[in-house]
């Protein structure tokens, strides 16, 4: 005995329920619409965040600098596709339990932030930087940002 269209339309409008119900709830459990803004409290809504905030309250950079503007890209684009790719990312790295204690950033964005430090402070390191392989900001600025 097979499925009838009728069963299977049952069927996939259920399982499109249950997807839409599930990320409905998610999407509004972890305060979704937030990761839409530029408000660096939102980065703190992951408890694992919580000691990078802080460190972030306490920086030189918060006067001049959000979240954003050191981890994502500033072309709109760039931005909120990155905010997407890390979001789902961290979003199932942090419900799953798969991160390192502590935390660290990934290559891409690490080369995203270097890129962004480059262009903050460009006049300071056109003038100290030698021809050649440029050195990475963080490699003598590692705490920068989310200093202790």
Avoid at 27 to 35: E, H, R
Avoid at 54 to 69: E, G, I, Q, T, Y
Avoid at 123 to 145: F, S, T
Wanted: hydrophobic share 40%.
């Amino acid at each position: 005995m097979g499925w009838s269209w009728s069963g299977m339309r049952i069927g996939m409008g259920a399982c499109v329920g249950v997807a839409l119900g599930l990320g409905g709830y998610t999407f509004l459990y972890a305060k979704g619409t937030s990761y839409l803004t530029n408000d660096p409290a939102a980065c703190a809504n992951c408890h694992v965040m919580n000691d990078q905030y802080s460190a972030w309250l306490k920086s030189s950079h918060r006067a001049v600098a959000v979240c954003n503007d050191c981890h994502t890209p500033h072309s709109m684009v760039g931005k909120y596709l990155t905010k997407m790719e890390n979001g789902f990312r961290h979003s199932t790295a942090f419900t799953m339990g798969w991160f390192p204690e502590p935390i660290r950033i990934t290559a891409g964005s690490a080369a995203v932030a270097e890129a962004n430090c480059r262009r903050c402070h460009s006049d300071v390191v056109q003038a100290i930087e030698a021809p050649g392989e440029p050195l990475p900001c963080a490699r003598c600025h590692l705490g920068v940002g989310h200093a202790d």
